[in-house]
């Protein structure tokens, strides 16, 4: 394409109102950009922060950041600290199925108290962003709420998902017991000890369906009693 100087001089060639309206337009598309650069950047950090703290928080761990210095945290107040921080990042992108996930996660760890909130959170993160980990989370509160219809959805997903997943067999299991179907929460639980051998909570369930339901004493005892070796381990 041949550039004429009719080309380079055309913003001057215009009324000097025009000329002010063509500034004022490239300011503010400047300014917006660097407005939603700056805005990203701000999520980002505060998304990172929360994350940080909520794998603390999860996993029990001391994790001091530049911004606490040398404090050190418990795990409750790790997770106070990435609920406050993701807030801050889901202000900034509302919609943002990631920001809400993680913000519904560390609602359930904080406790039964924050449940209601933290299955708000999940859902709506789930509209857009579908991990294992959310199923998993999902079905966790379901059961703790005796919703065995949602609670059985969100397991098969997972299973079908990630059926070699740490846990999963283990909530099919417990949705089975609870709903009476012994057989089949067996069958889970001996699944996740295929995957986990060292889940002392597969074999007491074991035990007890042996025990209340199966009449068999001898192999409830030998269940319950790999539990009890398993259990100081866990700790």
Avoid at 63 to 74: F, L, M, P, R, V
């Amino acid at each position: 394409m041949i550039q004429t100087r009719e080309d380079n001089t055309f913003l001057f060639s215009l009324p000097k109102e025009s000329r002010w309206i063509f500034a004022v337009v490239g300011f503010v598309m400047i300014a917006l950009g660097c407005g939603t650069i700056v805005r990203h950047l701000t999520a980002s950090h505060y998304r990172s922060l929360g994350e940080k703290h909520l794998q603390s928080g999860v996993e029990g761990s001391i994790w001091a950041g530049k911004e606490t210095g040398q404090n050190q945290y418990t795990p409750i107040q790790h997770l106070q600290i990435a609920n406050e921080r993701l807030d801050r990042a889901a202000a900034l992108f509302p919609g943002d199925g990631e920001i809400l996930f993680n913000q519904g996660k560390t609602l359930f760890y904080l406790g039964p108290r924050y449940q209601n909130q933290a299955l708000e959170r999940i859902l709506r993160a789930k509209e857009t962003y579908c991990v294992p980990d959310l199923f998993q989370i999902l079905t966790h509160i379901y059961v703790a709420q005796l919703k065995f219809n949602p609670a059985r959805l969100n397991s098969n997903l997972l299973l079908l998902i990630d059926p070699e997943r740490e846990g999963a067999q283990f909530l099919a299991g417990r949705i089975d017991f609870l709903s009476e179907h012994y057989e089949d929460a067996m069958n889970h639980f001996r699944q996740e000890l295929r995957v986990d051998p060292e889940n002392e909570s597969a074999w007491e369930y074991i035990g007890r369906i042996y025990e209340r339901h199966f009449h068999q004493y001898e192999a409830a005892a030998q269940a319950y009693e790999k539990s009890i070796v398993l259990a100081p381990q866990r700790s």
